[in-house]
């Protein structure tokens, strides 16, 4: 055989993409250590006075061994089969006094992405998503570490100039509360959590426009707000339909004749965004509506109390809660969440300027959605912010207990107490569990490139766990899209997937920061062949 014509061969074909076909997982988990130092970092700032995040170290085989055998109950019992993890420690303190460190186990995988769990093998998959901002056909995603925010909308109506409109009014379920805590409560209203309501709550509603807007509003009654004090060649006025709203269940309803005065040169979409919201808050609320209250933030928050919460709480209950929560989310744009953000053009100091951008760009993101989300191109892989989901709860569940515990003064022993509940040794044991891009390894040949470590889950499929990855729905997400041959595989399909997008091509290519990229050489094909699927 002539090697020299075989070597020549080799060299003139394409080569694999190394970073996939060894397993994409096995590269990301290298990093683990620092990424868990980084959310502690961001979640430090929010930590009460005087406690700080020292350092971490790993711990040393005797270290291990001594704390796997330290009896912790009456019932001792070890654990023999395999699992790929290895133990490290974190030191923090409190007021200049050392803390007992906290343990944390970490995972490690084989080549191919592979881990063993209590002795079972599984893969990790990347998992394939937007840089930061998801757009469906009727929902905007961001994922934060604090919380993962869908975006929804609803339509309202209000009266501009006379003439009624309907403007989407943006919306989002910020606070969650669970089906058992709603249990017995007696609501007279039904209303949505909207963006412009947690505006008004932080500042106010006059200074919301100014602050995000750069604009000026009037509010009063019809005898100051009308085409007389203010010109309709100047001034555009929008008040109530005064038509009762689905989910008011008062039998007397009365609608509110509240107004709002814009200069015309002001009244763009992104003001009458804010305005629907106003009139969607105030058409639920005409007999609290005063224009003497609405520049204050506590009688916005008392109404969002009634909104999230049961409408028969006092006041001074709701307030405190509302107050609570208010408070929470000032951290939930960390420096992490600010970096992916900035990665995807989106620049934003706080989440209140998150909110606002999402209402600016609601309309335009979900109308393009089916170009944005069946592409394959400019999404990226991503394996350690989804294996560590559930450390990263533990770590801002302990950021959230600790603030709570220091308004009533915190000591050594709260401290210590919040972490054992939170801070848990084992939390990536439970790695298998409603986890999609963890799944159990069923592959008879050494060559993983074609079974194993091609697979990927897109980002639609990740949300609701492991068993959310086998199921296929129609969305703007299934069209066809001429990337899909350039970054998927429509050779090697897996079961219940017709589109080819859950398979990674060995030859596909990403860039340093792991987005995926089109090939020049290959783009005027690619680009005239997706023009002939859009005709």
Same mark, same amino acid.
């Given at each position: 055989?002539?090697?020299?014509?075989?070597?020549?061969?080799? =060299?003139?074909?394409?080569?694999?993409?190394?970073?996939?076909?060894?397993?994409?997982?096995?590269?990301?988990?290298?990093?683990?250590?620092?990424?868990?130092?980084? %959310?502690?970092?961001?979640?430090?700032?929010?930590?009460?006075?005087?406690?700080?995040?020292?350092?971490?170290?790993?711990?040393?085989?005797?270290?291990?061994?001594?704390?796997?055998?330290?009896?912790?109950?009456?019932?001792?019992?070890?654990?023999?089969?395999?699992?790929?993890?290895?133990?490290?420690?974190?030191?923090?303190?409190?007021?200049?006094?050392?803390?007992?460190?906290?343990?944390? !186990? $970490?995972?490690?995988?084989?080549?191919?992405?592979?881990? =063993?769990?209590?002795?079972?093998?599984?893969?990790?998959?990347?998992?394939?998503?937007?840089?930061?901002?998801?757009?469906?056909?009727?929902?905007?995603?961001?994922?934060?570490?604090?919380?993962?925010?869908?975006?929804?909308?609803?339509?309202?109506?209000?009266?501009?100039?006379?003439?009624?409109?309907?403007?989407?009014?943006?919306?989002?379920?910020?606070?969650?509360?669970?089906?058992?805590?709603?249990?017995?409560?007696?609501?007279?209203?039904?209303? $949505?959590?909207?963006?412009?309501?947690?505006?008004?709550?932080?500042?106010?509603?006059?200074?919301?426009?100014?602050?995000?807007?750069?604009?000026?509003?009037?509010?009063?009654?019809?005898?100051?707000?009308?085409?007389?004090?203010?010109?309709?060649?100047?001034?555009? @006025?929008?008040?109530?339909?005064?038509?009762?709203?689905?989910?008011?269940?008062?039998?007397?309803? @009365?609608?509110?004749?509240?107004?709002?005065?814009?200069?015309?040169?002001?009244?763009?979409?992104?003001?009458?965004?804010?305005?629907?919201?106003?009139?969607?808050?105030?058409?639920?609320?005409?007999?609290?509506?005063?224009?003497?209250?609405?520049?204050?933030?506590?009688?916005?928050?008392? %109404?969002?109390?009634?909104?999230?919460?049961?409408?028969?709480? #006092?006041?001074?209950?709701? $307030?405190?809660?509302?107050?609570?929560?208010?408070?929470?989310?000032?951290? +939930?744009?960390?420096?992490?969440?600010?970096?992916?953000?900035?990665?995807?053009?989106?620049?934003?100091?706080?989440? !209140?300027?998150?909110?606002?951008?999402?209402?600016?760009?609601?309309?335009?993101?979900?109308?393009?959605?089916?170009?944005?989300?069946?592409?394959? +191109?400019?999404?990226? $892989?991503?394996?350690? =912010?989804?294996?560590?989901?559930?450390?990263?709860?533990?770590?801002?569940?302990?950021?959230?207990?600790?603030?709570?515990?220091?308004?009533?003064?915190?000591?050594?022993?709260?401290?210590?107490?919040?972490?054992?509940?939170?801070?848990?040794?084992?939390?990536?044991?439970?790695?298998?569990?409603?986890?999609?891009?963890?799944?159990?390894?069923?592959?008879?040949?050494?060559?993983? #490139?074609?079974? @194993?470590?091609?697979?990927?889950?897109?980002?639609?499929?990740?949300?609701?766990?492991?068993?959310?990855?086998?199921?296929?729905?129609?969305? #703007?997400?299934?069209?066809?899209?001429?990337?899909?041959?350039?970054?998927?595989?429509?050779?090697?399909?897996?079961?219940?997937?017709?589109?080819?997008?859950?398979?990674?091509?060995?030859?596909?290519?990403?860039?340093?920061?792991?987005?995926?990229?089109?090939?020049?050489?290959?783009?005027?094909?690619?680009?005239?062949?997706?023009?002939?699927?859009?005709?």
């Amino acid at each position: 055989m002539d090697t020299a014509l075989f070597a020549e061969i080799q =060299r003139s074909l394409p080569k694999f993409n190394r970073r996939i076909t060894r397993g994409f997982a096995t590269e990301e988990l290298k990093g683990v250590e620092d990424y868990i130092q980084r %959310l502690i970092r961001c979640a430090e700032l929010r930590f009460p006075p005087g406690l700080t995040y020292m350092r971490c170290e790993r711990c040393t085989p005797t270290e291990e061994y001594n704390f796997a055998t330290a009896k912790k109950t009456t019932k001792q019992y070890y654990e023999y089969s395999q699992t790929d993890v290895y133990l490290m420690k974190y030191y923090f303190e409190y007021k200049g006094v050392p803390l007992r460190p906290r343990y944390l !186990y $970490l995972p490690f995988v084989d080549d191919g992405g592979i881990i =063993r769990i209590m002795g079972n093998r599984f893969s990790i998959s990347p998992v394939l998503a937007d840089i930061a901002v998801s757009a469906g056909d009727d929902n905007v995603f961001i994922p934060l570490n604090l919380d993962k925010l869908t975006f929804r909308r609803v339509l309202h109506h209000y009266v501009v100039d006379g003439k009624r409109v309907g403007v989407s009014v943006v919306h989002s379920e910020v606070y969650h509360r669970s089906k058992k805590s709603r249990v017995g409560q007696k609501r007279t209203i039904n209303a $949505l959590s909207t963006l412009a309501h947690y505006q008004f709550a932080k500042w106010g509603l006059q200074q919301t426009f100014a602050r995000y807007l750069n604009t000026e509003i009037m509010v009063g009654n019809p005898e100051y707000i009308n085409h007389i004090n203010f010109p309709i060649d100047e001034w555009v @006025v929008c008040e109530s339909t005064q038509v009762k709203p689905y989910g008011n269940k008062n039998k007397f309803y @009365v609608g509110t004749d509240i107004r709002i005065a814009i200069r015309r040169e002001h009244y763009s979409a992104s003001a009458s965004g804010l305005i629907a919201g106003f009139f969607y808050i105030a058409d639920r609320f005409p007999e609290q509506m005063n224009p003497e209250y609405v520049n204050n933030e506590r009688f916005w928050r008392e %109404l969002l109390g009634h909104v999230i919460f049961a409408s028969e709480e #006092s006041v001074g209950k709701l $307030l405190n809660k509302v107050d609570g929560h208010i408070e929470s989310l000032d951290g +939930y744009i960390d420096a992490m969440s600010q970096e992916w953000l900035k990665e995807d053009n989106v620049f934003v100091n706080d989440l !209140y300027e998150l909110f606002q951008h999402v209402i600016d760009t609601y309309s335009e993101r979900t109308a393009n959605a089916a170009a944005t989300s069946s592409t394959m +191109y400019g999404k990226r $892989l991503m394996v350690l =912010r989804y294996v560590m989901i559930d450390v990263i709860k533990a770590i801002f569940n302990m950021m959230f207990g600790l603030q709570t515990a220091a308004k009533k003064g915190l000591t050594e022993n709260d401290i210590n107490k919040i972490m054992d509940t939170h801070f848990k040794p084992h939390i990536i044991h439970r790695i298998n569990h409603r986890h999609g891009e963890v799944s159990s390894v069923s592959n008879p040949s050494p060559c993983m #490139s074609f079974k @194993v470590t091609s697979n990927i889950v897109l980002q639609t499929n990740i949300t609701s766990g492991a068993s959310a990855a086998k199921t296929n729905t129609i969305t #703007s997400a299934n069209i066809l899209h001429s990337s899909i041959a350039e970054i998927g595989q429509f050779n090697n399909l897996p079961k219940g997937e017709p589109t080819g997008r859950k398979r990674f091509n060995p030859y596909g290519e990403i860039d340093e920061r792991n987005i995926t990229v089109q090939r020049e050489r290959t783009a005027a094909l690619l680009n005239r062949v997706q023009a002939d699927i859009e005709r």
